[in-house]
């Protein structure tokens, strides 16, 4: 039994020593202010030792960061049993007792992740992130919640308190709004957007160590708003699914001009685990098929639209009937995405051909005229108020004033037209046959560009969009494609103007000029026509020209073809 014993002692000093390795590899050190990437296995927990840490500084904010796996931060091994949160941004704010120069905390994850993390040190002037939470998870909750549909992401934290030394309690969070208290402080939301087209975990913890911090966000970011104590601690963005943005709050002590980030959250807008429509799949077959035949016939408005006046008329009508019916039927209907965008196409092709016989019966330039504008003026107001102009608090704050600044300026361009109606068709075939050039391309490959009209839709489609900041990333591709729209829109209209100026403002109604040709005969005697059944058109006018030709010099004949 004894020999027993020692053969198997090397196999327990063996067990001893793997369990002994799986602790060392079960500990990581992470030092203030420097970043770790870490990759963890599946129901694996790591116990995370801070350590080096300052006499002066009075609290710490742990945060970890991964691009779509949840992650859990916890203060003890088991995370029910103490402070924790999960998320694919979690984060905790940890206070210091007197002397304190080292801390531990452990992060868990149920699935293989991998990712980025940083601590934090804050001294006792700074702001405390979320310590006022009296409505969040924890008690002090430095996370920015997030959510997102597909017209609207929205932020919410938690309000922060005003810094306090170790060992000392905090002011009270429920203090009159007087200076002494945490109704001082100033919270500015901030925006920060990753390379377009670009899903990569590299490209996301690069962005995110360079702006994890107070410094980072604010030399990096781009500031969009700057809440009180007394606002709604929340803010509403448009949504770009398959974009990255990373979104932060900091939060600042005017009286004594320090600060604090919150931790940084970030969002594709769309989902990693769907087979269907997910964000390596955005965009169905359905919309890049619409889009493709779009983009075609916007290249052929572009440069020919004026010459073949007809079908023209029928891409304008097809355009202005099946966008206004889209929100018609979004807003009154739960029909699938896919059918809604069969019966649009329906629609749209019923109102092109509308328009067309409109013309083609009554003979109407003018009328026609103002549905061609009425297409460049919607497009130009919705330029307009893409650009920075359309964050303005007036319109964010009020949807009448939108909609009557935006009616007013697409009203505008017919009543140009009607002064110069075939200068203004033209350069509308020009732009908006361009920008649907640039819809096409959309379609494969992502660009800002084209929520110059979706923001409008957006807003077509829900009520509460006009609270939402509408910034968008405006990166390579986008100045690439704003380059082609502006020199397909020059070529076509330069190229139009030129080719057209000899020839009839418009080409004339054919009933109206079957209704010319008609009185005609039954005037002139001298027309077979009139004894005759009358010639298909086509074969009347070669014959018309054929006998001009072979009349000799000088001489003219008195039969009227």
Known sequence: MSRWRWRSFPLLLLLFACEVHTQVENRVVFLPGAFQNLSLSQNETVLVEVSRIQIDTAFITL??????????????????????????????????????????????????????GVILPYSS?????????????????PNIYIHYNLYETTIRFAPANLGYERGELPPACGASSAQESHWRLEYDVFQFFLPENDLSERSLFRALQAVAGTEGMVSNGNKLLTLSSADQTLAVFSSIPGQGVIYSV?????????????????TYACSFSSSLDGCYTL??????????????????ICFLGHRFFKCELFCMGFSFSAFFFFVLISRTTDL???????????????????????????????????????MMGFLIASTVLFTPLGDLDIFRRSDAVFWVTFCSIMIIVPLVFIRWPREGNITTCGVVGAYAVVLGVNAYIYTS????????????LNSNFSSA???????????????????????????QLLRERARPFFPPSPYLMWLQERERRKTNVLDPSHHFPPLPNRFLSR???????SEPAGEHTPLLL
């Not at 859990?72 to 007197?98: I, W, Y």
């Not at 560009?449 to 957006?458: A, E, G, R």
Request: hydrophobic fraction near 45%.
């Open 250 to 266: 900091i939060v600042r002590d005017p009286l004594l001009n320090t600060s604090a980030s919150y931790v940084p959250v970030h």
């Open 283 to 300: 965009g169905k077959i359905s919309t890049k098929v619409f889009f493709t035949i779009s983009g075609l016939a916007g290249l052929f």
């Open 63 to 116: 945060q970890f960061h991964t691009q779509h796996q949840n992650a859990t931060l916890a203060n003890t091994r088991l995370p029910g049993s103490g402070g924790s949160f999960s998320g694919v941004d979690p984060g905790l704010l940890s206070r210091l007792d007197p002397g304190q120069t080292a801390m531990a905390l452990f992060l868990s994850t149920s699935e293989p992740v991998s990712g980025t």
């Open 469 to 495: 900041f509408t910034d968008v990333p405006f990166q390579g591709i986008d100045y690439i494609l704003l380059t082609v729209w502006v020199v397909l829109g020059v070529s076509g209209i330069v190229l």
């Open 125 to 141: 002037s700074d702001p405390v992130p979320g310590a006022c939470s009296m409505n969040f998870d924890l008690d002090i909750d």
């Open 336 to 374: 699938d995405y896919d059918l809604r965008l069969a019966l649009c196409a329906l629609i749209g092709v019923m109102g092109g051909v509308a328009l067309v016989m409109s013309w083609w019966r009554f003979g109407s330039v003018m009328a026609c005229v103002v549905v061609v504008g009425l």
């Open 449 to 460: 560009l084209s929520y110059i009209t979706l923001n409008i839709l957006k807003r077509f």
């Open 543 to 549: 014959l018309r020209q054929l006998t001009r030709r």
